[in-house]
């Protein structure tokens, strides 16, 4: 496989030619030292050259530098002191796991390229103006309007701020989507493989390419603006994710999580002599920290930088020729596996020898790897990383430190040698509008601030640390279920349609879905004793039966004597005796293993009491019939999914199960930093309604038209409709009917109602369709590995056989050279000349031999036949 040089050509064209500065290409193949062009036509046609020159080496890849560069460098292929234009943005896509697997601790990368873009599409970023294909990732690209000239230091930090950003932007959208994202190639002088060329990393080729995306280009200040609004709320995410793989980390190494940071007093003294990192920085290099603990000399970088390869572990070895770069002073780990933090650090957290010692020994907390040293230099209980310090180094710290205090009830401050005081953290807006960073499904804002009852309900939920969306649909299904029988939505389609709502909550472990069903309890209290609240779903014939129980009724005879005589005689008959029941699933997982039972009724059932439909089954016995009459009770579902399952679930959509429920997740990234108050109980609330006649909640004239003209067009076979979305309009007649009581119960519909019912299933379609894709992902990764799996093992198979001819061809080799002695040699004579090993294919051997006319049997001698 080969580079595309045309486009090669094309693609360094499109970023770079006539803009200001050179352009910069380097490889593996180079040893990255590369070499600089101009962007005019004749230099860019030379780059491109190089890039085929470069390509016929056979490396890992062939990249460019995303911004033009000032000068040539003096050393080396230069750095970010010489960045100079910048014609796009850019962002690492990495999927899979072909040549960058995730860490232990890290959470998996997007699956595929369309996992890639729908976390692209939910970061609230512009749509990016191309794409480019990777061989591994797929990376989004944002065309500039025009080329940005930095002009100044500050301005380079400012524009490195902005790219470094828009990275944490889409770090933080792929956290809400439960993957992992390379968040440290914000730097201006990163180096982006060049589309065209082929990707030899892990082994394997693999061509790159580019395809587009809206093709518009991007203005550079809109874009900033967009970025600095973004990015806060996308740093408050990542720090939440890292402090989760923190947790991760000290639960696989078995480590100890740091104490919180404890406010120094007024007045600490501080140390005036030389501290202990500094003395460990002045007597240790990177080489005496990094060899011990198994990490691997590689040489030097152009510009005079060490190379260190991390030890293999657990995940395997290292797929890069190196994974940490130092100078004398300072290193920048690249790898998601060492342990260690990646990337270029900020100032006051960057890997010095003594931080690096720290981060290796005691998880980063260099307040303890300061207390160790010091007890390993007075001969206190130390553990081994401070006591294998050489003696010349513990022996300085006795000199210059005093010995450590005794242990005290109070741990000071992580950072013993730190800033007497602590700047403010700041604290987001409660209002501000976080929705920029959620994933497609999420009730938007213009919806809750639509009516109070909305916003009585979302600060309900945020006043628990509930996802308001998961309280929402709670407070729906329950109040479908209280709601009187009596109570239908009329359209002039299929009769009086019930109101009965179920919804499932998607979310992982601990997401909140059983406080939320807590939540809607107090938010609206039970209409009375006879409403089943809460029930567990046992199976189809439990649900029937909770409507059921016993009475007395007047069997037509009057008792002729004793002390009831005159009166009706009296037999308890088995019947319905209640009309409303909520039923709580905690997790989805127990409902589709009951439906999975062999004999179960439980998915007709639901299906059935979804759209109010009769209700039991009729058998020999009394006591086991039971009939629940259509539209005679009102019934609500809240069941809470993870993803997983939530999938399982929607694979069953040729049943008609999963098109009944409203979807929604049950995270909430608005739920603010401080509680809000408990607004109190929703009174009063149409679940208490108890008319003793039906009452109909009429629509107006304009929505019944629409769903009658939709009506007859599917019945005449001219709309078609996807399967998923087969009771749309239904789904949305229950929940404008259900509004349209929670707003101060009225009992017609109106407009309004009906578009904040198609804003509900807009985003319920839309958490829907993500699970549905994720399925599909899954499915097809999993028969890609299937695939994968059985090449491999055919492969092996192959290999086998053919390692087994070749040494039959071997052996048989060898039988010709013993058979050649003067009167050949016997079978026991060869099996003593051959290996153990060959021993047990000797007669196999001999027989090829014989075929290809080697040698000849005579008696029990082998002979060589002579010409």
């Known amino acids: 496989m080969a580079a595309d040089n045309e486009l090669v050509k094309a693609s360094l064209a499109y970023h770079y030619q006539d803009a200001p500065g050179l352009l910069s290409i380097c490889s593996d193949a180079d040893r990255w030292v590369g070499r600089r062009f101009t962007t005019d036509e004749i230099g860019i046609a030379a780059a491109a050259r190089y890039v085929a020159d470069l390509d016929t080496r056979r490396p890992k890849g062939i990249y460019a530098q995303v911004t033009t560069l000032r000068e040539h460098p003096a050393k080396g292929r230069g750095g970010k002191d010489l960045a100079h234009a910048l014609t796009w943005l850019w962002a690492d896509g990495d999927y899979g796991t072909i040549g960058h697997k995730p860490g232990p601790d890290e959470m998996p990368a997007p699956l595929d390229a369309d996992h890639v873009r729908e976390i692209v599409g939910a970061s609230g970023l512009p749509e990016p103006s191309g794409w480019v294909d990777t061989g591994g990732g797929c990376n989004p690209v944002w065309t500039l309007a025009e080329t940005y000239v930095i002009t100044s230091d500050e301005d380079r930090a400012a524009v490195e701020h902005t790219t470094s950003a828009l990275q944490a ?103 005036t002599g030389t501290g202990v990192f500094d003395i460990l920085a002045a007597h240790l290099t990177f080489r005496d920290v990094l060899e011990p603990e198994g990490w691997t000399y590689r040489g030097t970088n152009a510009d005079g930088r060490e190379k260190w390869l991390r030890p293999a572990g657990t995940e395997g070895s290292a797929d890069s020729d190196y994974s940490l770069v130092c100078d004398d002073h ?107 960073t959620q994933r497609p499904g999420l009730l938007p804002d213009t919806f809750w ?108 005879e009057i008792h002729q004597k004793g002390p009831y005589k005159g009166d009706p005689v009296m037999a308890k008959v088995r019947k319905q005796v209640r009309h409303n029941a909520f039923f709580y699933v905690d997790e989805g997982q127990t409902m589709a293993k009951l439906g999975e039972r062999s004999g179960s009724i439980l998915g007709e059932t639901l299906r059935r009491a979804a759209i109010g439909e009769a209700l039991g089954q009729t058998n020999a016995s009394e006591e086991r019939t039971r009939y629940i009459a259509p539209g005679s009770y009102s019934l609500g579902l809240l069941a809470g999914f993870q993803p997983s399952i939530a999938t399982v679930l929607l694979a069953d959509a040729h049943t008609g199960t999963p098109q009944r429920f409203f979807w929604g997740w049950a995270d909430d990234p608005t739920i603010p930093d401080t509680p809000p ?10 679940g208490r309604m108890r008319p003793d006649a039906p009452v109909d909640i009429d629509f107006p004239a304009s929505i019944k038209q629409m769903l009658w003209r939709e009506r007859v067009a599917r019945g005449r076979g001219e709309l078609e409709v ?29 407009e309004e109602d009906w578009q904040l019912a198609e804003v509900v299933w807009k985003s319920s379609c839309a958490v829907r369709d993500s699970l549905v894709r994720r399925a599909e992902r899954e499915a097809a ?87």
């Open 169 to 271: 932007i889409l770090g933080a959208a792929a956290y809400q989507h439960g993957c992992s994202w390379d968040t440290q190639v914000g730097n201006l002088d990163r180096l982006m493989r060049v589309p065209g060329t082929v990707n030899r990393k892990n082994g394997t080729a693999r061509p790159s390419s580019s395809f587009p995306g809206t093709g518009d280009v991007i203005d550079f200040a809109t874009m900033r603006e967009t970025i600095a609004r973004l990015e806060p709320d996308a740093r408050r995410t990542l720090e939440k994710a890292a402090a989760e793989k923190r947790s991760r980390q000290d639960e696989r190494t078995g480590r100890t999580t740091p104490p919180p940071r404890v406010p120094r007093p007024t007045g600490f003294p501080r140390s």
């Open 449 to 556: 601030n639509a009516r109070p009852v909305f916003q009585h309900i979302r600060q309900a939920a945020h006043s628990q640390g509930c996802s308001g969306d998961t309280v929402l649909y709670s407070t729906l299904a329950r109040l479908s279920g209280m709601v009187s029988h009596h109570i239908r939505a009329v359209t002039g389609i299929g009769g009086r349609a019930s109101l009965n709502i179920f919804a499932a909550m998607v979310g992982t472990s601990g997401a909140g879905k059983s406080i939320s069903a807590g939540c809607v309890r107090d938010l609206m209290h039970a209409a009375d004793d006879d409403f089943r609240d809460g029930l567990p779903i046992g199976s189809g014939e439990g649900i029937a039966e909770t409507f059921m129980g016993a009475v007395e009724e007047p069997t037509g």
């Open 677 to 686: 108050a408990w607004p109190g109980p929703i009174e009063p609330h149409p």
């Open 722 to 750: 996807s399967e998923l979305d087969g009771h749309a309009n239904l789904m949305k007649v229950k929940l404008a009917a259900l509004f349209a009581l929670l707003d101060g119960g009225r009992l017609n519909a109106t």
């Open 781 to 867: 990764l999993a028969k890609q590995q299937q695939t994968d799996a059985k090449v491999e093992l055919e492969l092996r198979s192959h290999v086998a056989k053919k390692g087994a001819d070749l040494a039959l061809e071997r052996v048989a080799r060898l039988v010709h050279r013993h058979a050649a002695q003067v009167g050949g040699i016997t079978y026991g004579g060869l099996k003593k000349a051959l290996a153990s090993r060959d021993r047990v294919i000797a007669e196999k051997a001999v027989a090829l031999a014989v075929a290809r006319d080697w040698v000849f049997e005579e008696g029990d001698r082998i002979c060589v036949k002579a010409d």
């Open 330 to 436: 300072v290193a920048v780990n690249w790898s998601e596996r060492s342990g260690l933090p990646v990337g270029q650090q900020p100032g006051g957290k960057k890997l010095t020898i003594p931080t690096l010692w720290a981060h290796l020994h005691y998880g980063g907390n260099e307040r303890e790897a300061t207390l160790d040293v010091l007890r390993a230099a007075f001969d206190q209980d130390a553990a081994p990383p401070a006591r294998r310090l050489p003696a010349p180094v513990l022996a300085e710290i006795r000199r210059n430190c005093r010995p450590p205090a005794a242990p005290r009830a109070e741990a000071p401050s992580d950072d013993m040698w730190g800033p007497d005081e602590e700047e403010p953290a700041d604290h987001p807006d409660v209002d501000d509008d976080t929705t920029s």
